[in-house]
T-cell receptor, first 116, second 113 residues
Framework: DARVTQTPRHKVTEMGQEVTMRCQPI?????VFWYRQTMMQGLELLAY????????DSGMPKDRFSAEMPDATLATLKIQPSEPRDSAVYFC??????????????FGPGTRLLVL | AQSVSQHNHHVILSEAASLELGCNYS??????LFWYVQYPGQHLQLLLK??????LVKGIKGFEAEFIKSKFSFNLRKPSVQWSDTAEYFC???????????FGTGTRLQVFP
């Protein structure tokens, strides 16, 4: 049963610290998405990659957030420096075009981040 | 801007009651449509999806949804809910020529025994 994995599952840190979240997409999936979920804003798309290339990061605060895909099996989302307003659940999702535009995204378990 | 509306923010039902959750989207072209469920403390799981063909789509756990193009709607239904259906339900849309999933704000369903 292929799944998206995310680490860590929970992270508590202090304001100003760097936070790195990792995602392992489903093997063979060529698209990776990062979402943030908060009570106030709901689910927001932060950034996504296809074939490891960033396609859209318009939803991401550029000054402190960065997303990368060092290889096809790893996507990272970094926050530096972190702020209390970054507290949220961060979900990674992966998908595969499977030869057409019909894509289904499969979500990981999320990283629950609390910045004090 | 493209958007997805879920007008029911919080629904409370007793077990065995029927369920219908509304979802409307604003986009004039072809869309792919999804319903995801998020159980308490868990990640989003795909319930069902519509790409083309029969507008009545059956998903997991007895859920179904009907795509009505003229109404820009994709309502989720279940004839008889169970306590285990307590969760948050998200409708999402991908315009056909884009990659982005646009989520609704979610509907919180509570089912009491």
């Amino acid at each position: 049963d292929a799944r998206v994995t995310q680490t860590p599952r929970h992270k508590v840190t202090e304001m100003g610290q760097e936070v790195t979240m990792r995602c392992q997409p489903i093997l063979g999936h060529n698209t990776v998405f990062w979402y943030r979920q908060t009570m106030m804003q709901g689910l927001e798309l932060l950034a996504y990659f296809r074939n490891r290339a960033p396609l859209d990061d318009s939803g991401m605060p550029k000054d402190r957030f960065s997303a990368e895909m060092p290889d096809a099996t790893l996507a990272t989302l970094k926050i530096q420096p972190s702020e209390p307003r970054d507290s949220a659940v961060y979900f990674c999702a992966s998908g595969s075009l499977a030869g057409g535009p019909q894509e289904t995204q499969y979500f990981g378990p999320g990283t629950r981040l609390l910045v004090l | 801007a493209q958007s997805v509306s879920q007008h029911n923010h919080h629904v409370i039902l007793s077990e065995a009651a029927s369920l219908e959750l509304g979802c409307n989207y604003s986009y004039g072209g072809t869309v792919n449509l999804f319903w995801y469920v998020q159980y308490p403390g868990q990640h989003l799981q795909l319930l069902l999806k519509y790409f083309s063909g029969d507008p009545l789509v059956k998903g997991i756990k007895g859920f179904e949804a009907e795509f009505i193009k003229s109404k820009f709607s994709f309502n989720l239904r279940k004839p008889s809910v169970q306590w285990s259906d307590t969760a948050e339900y998200f409708c999402a849309v991908t315009p056909y020529n884009t990659d982005k999933l646009i989520f609704g704000t979610g509907t919180r369903l509570q089912v009491f025994p």
